[in-house]
């Protein structure tokens, strides 16, 4: 499943097509994917000019000027691809390469951009884990796939003093509370592995063992709260996680994975200086965590 960085790439892909552009027509090849087409799906977008590409958590938010938004996610295996008149983009990052069968394109906007020129913006997804709906602008926030969701890991709303309320008595693995998206929202395992590497911190350990009762921070929620915002920060700005070569929409390359110092190397030694341990993977809760145990306590 893509996690935040991903999300957050493949929204910066579409923005520059997107933003400002008429939807002309939709096409709508199969009655639903994860779940069914909302009713007059078409109908509802065709005409409408796209104000703006968001982001919450790990959903992308196309706002228009009219009161419906029009919530997307990837699901395991979707993609947005952009065909230009001059070329085709796949804006995104992700493990697996994504397809360009046309038999998986599902959902084609037919656009008019800002500009005056044309594009198509195609969303594959060949096991049609993703989905779409249409919500009222006025009801966004309290819908049941938003409303629960926890602060963003991309700003400085996520400092050492909330992680510090958020897992204050939390007898949870640390790992468990930071993949708890009521508390933060988008964090996945990947960068969860790889913030409490940088860290320090054992995955394993109680999430209210690094905070405190009588102060508002610690040290250690200090420390986590600025690698995860650092940690995040790095794969968005790389473009992601993919184990493999990527081009993205401007033509650069993303090479976040280059980077990773515990996640999928377990077996290895560990990459922090003076550190004599070997990274390690265990599972919890059904998925792989990999940390160092000598150095992550």
């Not at 394109?105 to 989905?131: I, K, S």
Request: proline share 6%; net charge positive.
């Amino acid at each position: 499943m893509p996690e935040l960085p991903e999300v957050e790439t493949v929204r910066r892909g579409l923005q520059p097509v997107m933003e400002g552009a008429t939807i002309e027509t939709v096409e709508q090849r199969r009655p639903d994917l994860r779940f069914p087409f909302p009713d007059g799906f078409v109908d509802q977008l065709g005409g409408r000019k796209i104000l703006s590409v968001g982001r919450r958590a790990k959903y992308l938010l196309f706002h228009f000027d009219s009161p419906a938004v029009l919530i997307a996610h990837l699901g395991m295996s979707g993609s947005f691809r952009i065909e230009l008149p001059e070329a085709a983009l796949t804006p995104g990052i992700f493990h697996h390469p994504r397809s360009k069968a046309e038999a998986h394109d599902h959902v084609v906007f037919h656009l008019r951009t800002r500009a005056g020129g044309t594009a198509r913006v195609v969303f594959n997804d060949p096991r049609r884990f993703g989905f779409m709906l249409l919500l009222q602008a006025d009801v966004l926030d309290t819908h049941p796939l938003l409303a629960g969701l926890g602060v963003e890991p991309t700003g400085n709303t996520l400092d050492g003093a909330l992680i510090n309320t958020l897992f204050l008595g939390k007898r949870t693995p640390l790992k468990a509370a930071l993949l708890d998206q009521r508390l933060i929202a988008g964090l996945g395992n990947i960068y969860v592995c790889e913030a409490l590497w940088r860290s320090g911190l054992s995955p394993r350990r109680s999430a209210g063992s690094i905070t405190s009762a009588r102060r508002a921070t610690t040290r250690r929620t200090e420390a986590l709260a600025d690698d995860i915002r650092t940690t995040i920060a790095e794969a968005i700005e790389a473009g992601g996680s993919s184990l493999r070569d990527y081009v993205h929409a401007d033509g650069s390359l993303g090479y976040f994975q280059h980077s990773f110092k515990v996640y999928a190397r377990g077996g290895e030694p560990c990459a922090r200086e003076g550190c004599a341990g070997t990274v390690t993977r265990i599972v919890q809760a059904g998925r792989s965590t990999f940390y160092c145990p000598t150095c992550q306590r």
